[in-house]
């Protein structure tokens, strides 16, 4: 597959011509942006606990560094590709600056199954990878941190190998570590934290009143589950969950304590008591008030996207929604919360995490959170008021807010050699 050639590539690439042409975006910042800074491919051979070798593919891509060091989370995906890794370290370039961070765009990750490995082999895969795209990482270069199928253990292991290369302990080289690493407060439930509170600024614009809300999670991970916490405090019901066992629905609400304590028990969601189970297409369709696909990208497309009916759809995953999709619901009314948006609040908490770790000086919970809310809703404004000037939808809107503070930035640096 060539780097153009995944959906989510098409789409990005897409979504990036659109906006481009709504601003008139000078076409050689265009034509720099369609493509990575650098696309990284490497073989990461580990040996199984069963005595075998088996080689890995492996990606790294920079996306833009105009802003500053590339930053962008570590996929394990059985389905990961170097054009999906690009995509999404193009969608990171827009998030950073959308958002205000003085950071560029990058991800990587590796083709496998992590459900598949154990601790040992996962370990293994995480310090070889990190070996393989180690000239090419830093905290001045590239900062890597978990994506979906990695958490602050993956990050600890990566940490620990690129430090013993360097010799000395090199915290900055990631983010989202634990704690005692050298990790940020409030980092683990950032991007959930930061869903949430998003919703609640969409609900004030389209006067809807969260209490009553009815909201369906379609995931119920590392994202997901922070965001169903803080929207139930806010109190909204939430009335569906998912994985990829199926979906789960309850009218009167889901008890997410049971949920929580059954996923840690089962791994996944599968035999929950007092719960209907549907299928995650149904889940999509629910007839709620806002949706939050909080799982992987595309499952909002052209086949299911005039039959969702949710008023406010929330892009806690990456690309949930195709460009078909965006603009069916868009036609149909909804609302939708830009994924470069919506979940940006990971990438902010990275961000303090790296502020923190350089000046050696960390903050308290109340003060990261704070920052936090004050960051996504001077950005949510913003992109609102683009949507409303131009007569676009969120997603649209996103892109063009991203691009104000990229083109700025390209044109001031110019080309080297000149
Ligand atoms: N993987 C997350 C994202 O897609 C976080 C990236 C980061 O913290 O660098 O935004």
Not at 78 to 97: D, N, Q, V, Y
């Amino acid at each position: 597959m060539g780097l153009e050639d995944s959906h989510l590539y098409k789409d990005s690439l897409h979504a990036l011509k659109q906006a481009a042409d709504i601003i008139n975006l000078d076409p050689n910042i265009f034509e720099r942006l369609r493509y990575p800074k650098r696309a990284i491919q490497v073989a990461v051979p580990i040996r199984l606990d069963d005595g075998t070798i088996q080689t890995f593919q492996g990606f790294r891509v920079q996306h833009n560094m105009s802003l500053g060091p590339g930053k962008g989370g570590i996929r394990f995906h059985p389905s990961l590709g170097l054009s999906e890794t690009a995509a999404l370290a193009m969608l990171m370039t827009f998030k950073c600056a959308l958002v205000g961070l003085p950071l560029g765009g990058a991800k990587g990750g590796v083709q496998c199954d992590p459900n598949d490995l154990s601790r040992q082999e996962l370990q293994a895969l995480t310090r070889r990878y990190c070996l393989e795209i180690a000239p090419f990482i830093g905290p001045d270069i590239d900062i890597p941190a978990p994506d979906i199928g990695t958490d602050a253990q993956t990050m600890a292991w990566f940490m620990d190998t690129y430090s013993q290369i360097n010799g000395h302990a090199i915290p900055g080289v990631v983010t989202g570590k634990p704690l005692v690493l050298g990790g940020s407060m409030g980092r683990t439930s950032s991007t959930g934290k930061g869903v949430a509170m998003c919703v609640q600024f969409a609900s004030k614009k389209i006067d809807l009143n969260l209490c009553e809300s009815r909201v369906a999670i379609h995931g119920f991970g590392k994202v997901a589950v922070p965001a169903a916490l803080d929207l139930k405090a806010l109190g909204a019901k939430i009335v569906a969950i998912g994985d990829i066992t199926g979906g789960y629905f309850n009218p009167e609400g889901i008890d997410l304590d049971s949920a929580i304590s059954h996923v840690k028990k089962h791994r996944f969601l599968k035999g929950l008591a007092n719960v209907e189970t549907i299928s995650n297409e149904d889940l999509l369709e629910l007839d709620v008030d806002v949706l939050i696909p909080a799982a992987i990208d595309g499952v909002i497309n052209a086949k299911n996207a005039n039959r969702v009916k949710a008023k406010i759809i929330a892009e806690a995953a990456n690309g949930p929604l195709t460009n078909d999709a965006t603009e069916i619901v868009s036609r149909n009314g909804a609302f939708i919360i830009p994924d470069i948006l919506c979940n940006a609040g990971g990438v902010i908490v990275s961000y303090f995490e790296w502020v923190q770790g350089l000046q050696h000086f960390f903050w308290r919970l109340d003060e990261v959170n704070k920052k936090l809310s004050d960051i996504l809703r001077v950005s949510f404004e913003q992109v609102y008021e683009n949507s409303q000037k131009y007569h676009i939808n969120m997603k649209q809107a996103g892109v063009i807010s991203a691009l104000q503070r990229l083109e700025g930035t390209c044109r001031l640096r110019g080309l080297f050699p000149g």
